[in-house]
């Protein structure tokens, strides 16, 4: 399927590399990195856009942290999400099988996010995102100058460091999380999927 998109644009050609002649781990390590680039930079797009927000507000809707919480967003998200990050890997060679260890690993790191611990790694943090810096992306106070938001990490938190975007205080006890206005937020699961999709919406 893929190769038939890839096809009709006249990209059967574009291999840039042959991933496949490097070890197993490393060719997974090279792809968890790129993933994750893309998802950082597809979830700074997410915040900024009023449209795509519209979607992502269902993810920041949680009012209180938990392992579930990873898995409450808009599926119109995914499909931006992994659209964006499957078709480059692909052309460069990776295949779906190695998408999805990738994928797993991506899960465990983004469960242990959401979940409700302090942990941060130690010095790992620096490299990994964690409960501790991901309460902050969830929090409804933002600091003045960051009014579009903190930590868009979602396994690494290597881009918030380099592209100065993180923001982690010393305290996180009651982190209050949301957004403006979050209480007129629909409760209701089908008025969440419908709302973006709604005209006259308020921006
Ligand atoms: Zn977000
Ligand atoms: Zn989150």
């Not at 992994?82 to 052309?91: D, F, G, T, V």
């Not at 996010?113 to 620096?126: M, T, V």
């Not at 009014?147 to 993180?166: E, K, M, P, Q």
């Amino acid at each position: 399927m893929l190769h038939d998109v890839l096809d009709f644009f006249g990209m059967e050609n574009v291999i840039a590399f042959e991933v496949q002649s490097f070890p197993v781990w490393t060719q997974l390590l090279i792809m968890l990195i790129i993933a994750d680039f893309i998802q950082w930079n597809v979830h700074r797009w997410l915040h900024k856009s009023n449209f795509l927000w519209k979607f992502h507000q269902v993810h920041h809707s949680v009012k209180e942290m938990g392992f579930g919480a990873q898995f409450r967003f808009h599926f119109v998200e995914t499909i931006v999400y992994k659209s964006l990050q499957y078709i480059p890997l692909a052309m460069i060679g990776f295949g779906i099988k190695d998408f999805f260890v990738v994928h797993m690993f991506a899960v465990l790191v983004g469960h242990l996010n959401h979940a409700n611990l302090r942990w941060d790694y130690g010095p790992l943090r620096y490299i990994f995102n964690n409960p501790k810096m991901h309460i902050w992306h969830h929090s409804r106070e933002l600091p003045e100058n960051r009014r579009n938001g903190v930590n868009f990490g979602l396994t690494l938190s290597l881009w918030d460091y380099i592209f100065r975007t993180a923001y982690v205080p010393d305290f996180t006890d009651d982190v209050e999380t949301g957004f403006e206005n979050d209480e007129e937020f629909p409760e209701n699961f089908w008025q969440q999927v419908k709302l973006p999709f709604r005209a006259g919406r308020n921006s």
